[in-house]
């Protein structure tokens, strides 16, 4: 452990400065979109008119036979590069490099921890029939997770940009669902499970921060998501 010249340790320091800093701290209230979403999208696998909505926006999709492009497979990162874009430039969000990183980071992993897994258990029949793991959306929730991500960096200070980032998740929902790969309660739960893992990503930052050596300058970490063949996740380096 190591003390500060009050005789405090670093970690108690930095976790008292987080709790005075309402961004990391929990509240119900931004429980409530997410779990909105996540409940419609579990009750379309069952109740009969939900899952007839499902069957008829298809059929209504399919009738226009409209292009198949996968521009989804790149618009459900557009938020958080942005954000890294615009600090570039000046316009600087909530935290710096490091931080944001580490609660990006953990938003795609818990995103990924979530959603994977549930594809394997629910096994619901995707669209096009290519397979079983249709619910929920994964490109949806990494797309909502990234527009959270910039919402909660410039929603203080610049709103309008902050709340760009949907946009672009919305996007990438709806083309979800014009390729035929999900159903509209695949893409709906996706973005609450998505939202969710955001929401939960800035809570546990304060905790994760202390783990990996708070803000001491002889230790130094980098997390970086990282997305390749279709697999996400995080790479992490800790310099001593």
């Known amino acids: 452990m190591v003390l500060n010249e009050n005789g ?3 970690s108690s320091v930095v976790l008292k400065q987080f709790s005075q800093d309402n961004t990391h701290q929990f509240s119900y209230k931004k429980l409530i979109i997410p779990v909105t979403f996540i409940s419609y999208g579990v009750a379309s ?3 009969t008119g939900l899952k007839q909505l499902n069957e008829s926006t298809q059929y209504e999709i399919n ?3 409209p292009d198949h492009i996968r521009l989804d497979n790149y618009t459900q990162f557009v938020p958080a590069a942005a954000v890294y874009g615009l600090n570039v430039l000046g316009i ?25 897994p549930l594809k394997h258990i629910v096994r619901e029949e995707r669209p096009d029939f290519s397979n079983n793991l249709s619910f929920p959306s994964g490109h949806t929730a990494t797309a909502f997770a990234s527009a959270q ?9 610049h709103f309008i940009l902050g709340i760009s980032g949907y946009s672009f998740a919305i996007f990438t929902a709806i083309y979800r669902m014009l390729n035929n790969k999900h159903w509209v309660g695949d893409v709906i739960g996706g973005a609450g499970f998505g939202i969710l893992s955001t929401e939960l990503a800035y809570w546990l930052y304060p905790k994760i921060n202390t783990i990996l ?20 996740g995080i790479s992490l380096v800790k310099n001593f």
């Open 8 to 10: 405090r340790s670093d």
């Open 45 to 47: 696998l069952s109740i």
């Open 63 to 65: 009738e226009h036979r």
């Open 92 to 116: 600087k969000g909530k935290h710096n490099f490091k931080d944001r990183t580490i609660i990006y980071g953990t938003s795609l992993l818990i995103t990924s921890a979530i959603t994977i």
């Open 149 to 157: 991500f910039m919402f909660r960096e410039y929603k203080d200070t």
């Open 213 to 232: 050596g708070g803000k001491k300058e002889r230790s130094q970490t980098m997390v970086m998501p990282y997305y390749q063949k279709g697999n996400i």
